[in-house]
């Protein structure tokens, strides 16, 4: 079954500490890929950061990673130096060779002052 | 780079009407998802488009329906509105094959 599994419905870390959110998916397409959003409570889905099935690297963009593992099937989010603003919902979302698109449940973040 | 438009943005309606929701997306993407977000349900994908051909549909009754045009921008119409019917409805849009989707702001729709 094709699916996306976020383990941490909520998440408290302390201002400027790093913060990895979890996330594993599964899926028998050999080609796919995996994206990050961020949904602050305005409402808006702000797209993060994607890495595809058959990229080597990591993709990084600005403070925020992927540390993308294929034999485990995970492609956790890394944040580094934390800010206040980075507070907010964010999805696990992984696309498949027929378009479709599967999120995840969410982990809500709270940055602490 | 315009982004996702997706108007209007807040919508009250009653029981029993019906409502269409617009997307315009991203200049050149072909593909447009719609998913409906609440509370209790989460982010659910409701059905999408790519060159006016839906290819892929959630698991929603036949009261949610959708059409694409030839420009790319699309509409999405629910009938005889539930209170149930009360949530976040959220557009992307994509080049398709596995590139990322690219959200509007969403319509926030009450039903009273």
């Known amino acids: 079954a094709q699916k996306i599994t976020q383990t941490q419905p909520g998440m408290f870390v302390q201002e400027k500490e790093a913060v990895t959110l979890d996330c594993t998916y599964d899926?028998?397409?050999?080609?796919?890929?995996l994206f990050w959003y961020k949904q602050p409570s305005s409402g808006e889905m702000i797209f993060l950061i994607y890495q595809g099935s058959y990229d080597q690297q990591n993709a990084t963009e600005g403070r925020y990673s992927l540390n993308f593992q294929k034999a485990r099937k995970s492609a956790n989010l890394v944040i580094s130096a934390s800010q206040l603003g980075d507070s907010a919902m964010y999805f696990c979302a992984m696309s498949l060779r027929d378009d479709k698109i599967i999120f995840g449940k969410g982990t809500r973040l709270h940055i602490l002052p | 780079k315009a982004g996702v438009t997706q108007t209007p943005r807040y919508l009250i309606k009653t029981r029993g009407q019906q409502v269409t929701l617009s997307c315009s997306p991203i200049?050149?993407?072909?593909?447009v998802s719609w998913y409906q977000q609440t509370p209790g349900q989460g982010l659910q994908f409701l059905f999408e488009?790519?060159?006016?051909?839906?290819?892929n549909k959630g698991n929603f009754p036949g009261r949610f329906s959708g059409r694409q045009f030839s420009n790319s921008r699309s509409e999405m119409n629910v009938s005889t509105l539930e209170l149930g019917d009360s949530a976040l409805y959220l557009c992307?849009?994509?080049?398709?094959?596995?590139?990322?989707?690219?959200f509007g702001d969403g319509t926030r729709l009450s039903i009273l």
């Open positions: 899926t028998s397409d050999p080609s796919y890929g």
């Open positions: 200049s050149g993407h072909r593909s």
């Open positions: 992307a849009s994509s080049f398709g094959g596995n590139q990322p989707q690219h």
């Open positions: 488009y790519f060159s006016e051909t839906q290819r």
